[in-house]
């Protein structure tokens, strides 16, 4: 059974509160971006609370924003973008999160939370030159 878009929505606010930047739903699908500071308390209560239960990372990919679509964009230039899969409710949640520093793109490391994350982080890592912190094979 899968989760409504307003429910999921209402569940993510009150699961991450504060670390909760946005929620947005469009074509068919939930995206959420959450804090660079708090990036490990959030996926850790995405896949541990039991009204998310995003227990499983499907991929996990850089995203350098510069040159993204026709016009010129105007914020962080580097993103994280997590793709999670809730087996329990039959629900995926599009999680990004933005590097602070344009020059030196550092996010926290997921591979305490889904160890699957490793392969992925190395990837952008070698791609986008984004660092994680904590990454026990960058």
Known sequence: M???????????????????????????????VVRATELPESL??????????????????????????????DGARYAVVYHLL?????????VRVFAPDDDFPVVASAVPVWPSANWYEREAFDLFGIVFDGQPDL
């Open 2 to 32: 899968s989760i409504p878009h307003p429910t999921l929505a209402d569940t993510l606010r009150r699961a991450l509160g504060e670390r909760l930047v946005s929620v947005t739903y469009a074509l068919g699908e939930t995206s959420a």
């Open 44 to 73: 850790a209560a995405l896949r541990d609370e039991r009204e998310l239960a995003f227990v499983q990372l499907v991929d996990l990919c850089g995203v350098d924003y510069s040159g993204y679509g026709d016009r010129a964009w």
């Open 86 to 94: 809730s087996l329990t409710y039959n629900q995926r949640l599009r």
